[in-house]
Structures are given as structure tokens and as C-alpha cells.
T-cell receptor, first 115, second 112 residues
Framework: AQSVTQLGSHVSVSEGALILLRCNYS??????LFWYVQYPNQGLQLLLK??????LVKGINGFEAEFKKSETSFHLTKPSAHMSDAAEYFC?????????????FGSGTRLLVRP | EAQVTQNPRYLITVTGKKLTVTCSQN?????MSWYRQDPGLGLRQIYY???????DKGDVPEGYKVSRKEKRNFPLILESPSPNQTSLYFC???????????FGDGTRLSIL
């Protein structure tokens, strides 16, 4: 079974500061990991994903995440926050060896960017 | 334009009155899924489908039904809605199990 924990339901950063959103997962098999972003009144869109291979994954809008198996983490970072980054961010996990389409989401982190 | 279309976007109804939320995608995707989003709980998967006539339960299937008679459509059916099904619902589709999911804009249901 898989689970996801996102530390911090709300994170506030200043414009230009580093963004760090934390995600820890639990999975009995190698995971597939995803970060999605949700802007107000919209559906989710994929920022980046890890399936296999390179553990540092680059996504859209300058975001990246590093898969750390030893720490069971997949934290999302961006060097310099923009006002447009204010949104809710969701980490998600699925099982790589599972033939189903189950996807488990974390509870989300709402990012506030201060001018 | 590639999209997932949900209807209706908003619905207020009463307990026990059957309703259907439609979902249609124009990308020829095999995989489709329904989620509900509740504050503090993130998104929880209700049902998913991996092909026509192939559906399976997600984490919170109680009180919901789905069908997949055609590849493009994946309706969510609430046979006897109850107030605890008041939520924001999203339909999503993807080409493969690990390809990005394309989400609809959501359907906000209020069950009184």
C-alpha cells in the first residue's frame, strides 16, 4: 500500500526566495512519484514526475524535485519564487509494479508568495 | 484542443435524487479516473477505468457508480446522494498509467 505525507498545509515565502515543499511517501514497492499544481478554480496540472532513472527531475516553470529513496522523500524546490507560483501543490504516488491505476495524493500544501 | 470536459460545473440538489456527472475526453486516452477533493484531505480516488468495460474501485467508492461503455466517456453516478457526498469532483484521463493525467475543471456538488 502507498501513502503520502505533505508537511505543512500552508507555506509562505517572499518573492525571490527559495520554495521548498516537502513530500514523504510510503510504498512497499518502487514508487512512481508526481507533483501537481492547482490554481484557483482550476483542475490539476502536472509539474513533474519520477518513474525511473535520474533521481533529480526537472519540471515546468523552473520547478525540480529529487527522489531520495533512503529518506523516502520527493521534495519540490524552485530557486526563486514568483507571485504567479501562488497555488496549491499536491504530491502523489503510485506503485510501479501495480497493474492498476491507483494514485494516492497528499493533502496538499497551499503556497503563499509575499511581495 | 485536448481537453477533459465535465458537466455540470455546479449542482445543488437534494438527498436521494439520482444524479450523473458526465466526463468526456477527446485525446483517445485509455485511462480515466474520478476523484473527490475535500479541504485538508487532498484528492481521493473514487473509481478508475483502464479501458472500455474495465473499471475498478479507488479508495472511496462507496455511494458511487461508474461505467465505461465508450473510450471517451466515463460518467459518475450517484444513485442516492447524501450530504456527505458534497464535494468538488474531478475527472482525469491519461494515455498510459504513468503519463500525465489531464484534469477537467471540476464539478462542485452540494447535496442538501
Amino acid at each position: 500500500a502507498q501513502s503520502v505525507t505533505q508537511l505543512g498545509s500552508h507555506v509562505s515565502v517572499s518573492e525571490g526566495a527559495l520554495i521548498l515543499l516537502r513530500c514523504n511517501y510510503s510504498s512497499s514497492v518502487p514508487p512512481y512519484l508526481f507533483w501537481y499544481v492547482q490554481y484557483p478554480n482550476q483542475g490539476l496540472q502536472l509539474l513533474l514526475k519520477y518513474t525511473t532513472g535520474a533521481t533529480l527531475v526537472k519540471g515546468i516553470n523552473g520547478f525540480e524535485a529529487e527522489f531520495k529513496k533512503s529518506e523516502t522523500s520527493f521534495h519540490l524546490t524552485k530557486p526563486s519564487a514568483h507571485m504567479s507560483d501562488a497555488a496549491e501543490y499536491f504530491c502523489a504516488v503510485s506503485a510501479s509494479m501495480d497493474s492498476s491505476y491507483k494514485l494516492i495524493f497528499g493533502s496538499g500544501t497551499r503556497l503563499l508568495v509575499r511581495p | 484542443e485536448a481537453q477533459v470536459t465535465q458537466n455540470p460545473r455546479y449542482l445543488i440538489t437534494v438527498t436521494g435524487k439520482k444524479l450523473t456527472v458526465t466526463c468526456s475526453q477527446n485525446m483517445n486516452h485509455e485511462y480515466m479516473s474520478w476523484y473527490r477533493q475535500d479541504p485538508g484531505l487532498g484528492l481521493r480516488q473514487i473509481y478508475y477505468s483502464m479501458n472500455v468495460e474495465v473499471t475498478d474501485k479507488g479508495d472511496v467508492p462507496e455511494g458511487y457508480k461508474v461505467s465505461r461503455k465508450e473510450k471517451r466517456n466515463f460518467p459518475l453516478i450517484l444513485e442516492s446522494p447524501s450530504p456527505n457526498q458534497t464535494s468538488l469532483y474531478f475527472c482525469a484521463s491519461s494515455l498510459t498509467r504513468v503519463q500525465p493525467q489531464h484534469f477537467g475543471d471540476g464539478t462542485r456538488l452540494s447535496i442538501l
